[in-house]
């Protein structure tokens, strides 16, 4: 068995510990070749492990960190101020070879922009993207980015972004020659803004990328390609409106009808009918795919959603796990080797 | 009661008159006090009034129209060769005052270019927006702008959008002192692009605006906010991908446990629950609100979705009357003057 080694952020998020601890519990359970390295508050962690099974605690290391980056740091300050935070210290890690991959739910840009430096992108590539992989209705899935972490792209950043999607597609989805889009408000060649039309020339030059041009958000979901690509602030957008869509769907689904006047029977046979729907439509839930990975360096970084529960946590756990498993930055580094133009 | 005349373009859209002329036929059976003039081919669209009551024909006048405006045409050569189109006539019988509002579901380029060349935007506007109201989860409404007529916006133009929008949500929505957020990818100042960060700054030395900060697009339809303004690319990219994701659950919601070995009786409660549910998203259907208002001109020019069925075109109608009834362009114009600084 080979053994992997995964350093979390364990103050980052909304919630702190009281997720990310027991989420890291739940991981080692149920991965016998998992090692993780908590970084953090002792003070904070360790009254969370007092009733946990000796044997898991053996693959469970607590590394102190005296401080926290804030959700709402300002980025570049909060890096400039970053020398023994529990998230800086867990980069470092990585940096070391002391960690294979890396979780956090803390704040983005800070998270973006220590990552940038302490890890450093792989060559070709300008600025590191959010990926994350979304299910489509055909049951596939769908790579999709970048997610945040550049709200401004030109089109070579775009380009260089599909060229990793279209890694990710054939490496975690496990598709062949994956299909790439770019994300625009019309599929005709005109519509759109200027950095979209630079990237699909880009694109369209590349042999090895099975461009198909462009598509419209509507189509998120449908399965008509295996990686979308966009800007930061359109990835980021377009994922929420997705997820809060899916979370009003959800919500009406468990409330909808419980009032009013209504037999036993009727009201049972209500509930296990939506109980199923809900069951249906569960893999569309957003907590089934938290986690997006921060593409383009030369390590793994996951970004889990700063409201993640337990259960989305644990998800982030695992996508950082398969990212090493499937050693995607070697598999990006080598892509881009052989399609980037050689700067002598 | 007092008249009101609609211009309607019977040739735009995906399926053109026979859309078009059934929806015109329900609105005047509806209303009244409803003139409509359908702009089109008489060929195509007299073989379709052949069994209307002679009462609703008396409302109705077909004009004539040589040519059709791809849809998939490019708006600048499409405007330049639009003497003599179903949509360049509809929009000349506004200026000549022949018609009081106008609905098409044709180009929206062209739809864009034409009406701001032949109607006129309204002093202090540099370009209309195209605004839709979305129904939200607690029964109230949100008017969003711009969906998709501005691929680039800059401060003073999201500013703009952000007036309009208010007098949108006071005289259609009825809401007062309405709130009113900018998209964007977080709720904090430093979040996001200039040009938001500008708007920000204009919107808060404004009095008469009541304007609340940032919102993300995961908070679309959970009524945080009366008014929502972007620019057109993420605006259209916001809607589209809501579009798709309930399009996708209420299909879901359909075909869900269809299959399957079942007594009749467990078939029979299944459909019946599920009828009832479809029911409870139904105001969150995107037939239930097509038709986006063209904001900012000297008359009222209202956009139908392409691919719009005979109810959604209805609907689109029935916004164009509404415009009308409240005045929109009027109370728009009294607002901007009342709002913008003079230039002397």
Request: charged residues 20%.
């Amino acid at each position: 068995m080979i053994r992997l080694t995964l350093a979390l952020d364990a103050m980052g998020g909304d919630f702190g510990p009281a997720v990310t601890v027991p989420a890291a519990l739940q991981a080692l359970a149920y991965h016998p070749q998992l090692e993780l390295l908590l970084v953090g508050s002792p003070a904070a962690i360790n009254p969370l492990l007092v009733k946990t099974d000796s044997v898991l605690l053996e693959r469970l290391t607590v590394v102190p960190a005296e401080s926290v980056i804030a959700s709402d740091a300002k980025p570049s300050q909060a890096i400039r101020a970053s020398r023994g935070t529990s998230m800086r210290i867990m980069l470092e890690l990585i940096k070391d070879g002391k960690a294979q991959a890396c979780v956090s739910a803390g704040n983005t840009g800070a998270l973006m922009g220590l990552a940038k430096m302490l890890i450093k992108p792989l060559n070709g590539i300008e600025r590191p993207a959010l990926m994350t992989v979304l299910p489509h209705r055909q049951q596939g899935k769908t790579v999709v980015l970048d997610l945040g972490a550049n709200v401004e792209c030109d089109g070579a950043m775009l380009a260089q972004f599909a060229i990793m999607g279209a890694v990710m597609a054939e490496e975690i989805v496990g598709v062949n020659n994956p299909r790439v889009a770019l994300l625009n408000i019309g599929e005709e060649e005109t519509k759109g803004l200027d950095n979209i039309h630079q990237a699909a020339a880009l694109l369209r030059s590349i042999p090895s990328i099975n461009y198909i041009g462009y598509l419209e958000a509507n189509e998120l979901l449908t399965g008509k390609t295996d990686v979308l690509v966009c800007d930061g602030f359109v990835g980021n957008v377009t994922l929420k409106t997705m997820e809060g869509v899916i979370r009003l769907f959800l919500s009406l689904l468990k409330s909808s009808g419980d009032g009013g006047r209504q037999g036993w029977l009727m009201k049972l046979i209500k509930r296990w009918v939506k109980k199923r729907l809900a069951r249906q439509f569960g893999h569309l839930n957003p907590d089934q795919y938290n986690g997006a990975c921060l593409l383009g360096l030369r390590g793994t970084v996951v970004k889990s959603h700063g409201a993640a529960n337990q259960r989305a946590f644990a998800v982030a756990i695992e996508q950082a796990m398969q990212a090493v498993e499937r050693q995607i930055p070697e598999r990006i580094a080598a892509r881009l080797d052989a399609v980037l133009p050689k700067s002598d």
